[in-house]
């Protein structure tokens, strides 16, 4: 069981970093039309699609990592003041329902994504991209999550610390 949680924490990671590079892209494709306009006056037309494209991986491929890190936003009115064992059983019924929203989603994207590959859609932007490629990496992103979220319940399951531990950096962050 260690290695599969092993596993999903090196996918997330992964995806994470991907992330991270996508937003970089992200950022010099900004850039380039920022200089291309102001200096020579030229627009690169698939600027706007694609970087609404990475906009959506960078904000789904990150999801998992952020779990696992204890990023996500949480309302901890309820769960603050019950005792620790009600806390827990809390939060496996939370983990849970969020494990089922994940995988629907994962699989709603897959199944719009397999959709538009067989129909053959493409963008209505001059460059005419086949929708169904960057469909299913969007649709990778809520996969991660949904790994991540298993990996979750799993860790509450079996008693596991479930987040990355901040206090050990010395300010509480």
């Not at 204890?70 to 769960?79: C, F």
């Not at 298993?150 to 990355?164: H, M, P, Y």
Request: charged residues 15%; aromatic residues 12%; proline residues 3%.
């Amino acid at each position: 069981m260690t290695a599969l949680l092993n596993a999903i924490d090196r996918v997330c990671f992964a995806a994470a970093v991907l992330a991270a590079f996508l937003l970089a892209a992200l950022f010099v494709l900004g850039l380039s039309e920022i200089v291309l306009r102001s200096v020579f006056n030229i627009s690169l037309p698939f600027v706007i699609e694609y970087s609404g494209y990475l906009l959506a991986f960078v904000l789904f491929l990150g999801s998992g990592w952020t779990l696992t890190q204890g990023g996500h936003i949480r309302v901890t009115l309820l769960s603050e003041h019950v005792n620790k064992r009600m806390s827990r059983r809390l939060d496996l019924f939370c983990t849970g329902a969020a494990l089922i929203i994940s995988s629907t989603m994962t699989f709603a994207f897959l199944d719009f994504a397999f959709g538009t590959l067989i129909r053959g859609t493409v963008s209505f932007y001059p460059s005419a991209t086949p929708l169904a490629y960057p469909q299913l990496v969007f649709a990778s992103g809520p996969l991660v999550l949904t790994l991540a979220f298993i990996a979750r319940l799993i860790r509450l399951l079996r008693g596991d610390q479930v987040e990355a531990d901040f206090t050990e950096l010395g300010d509480g962050v």
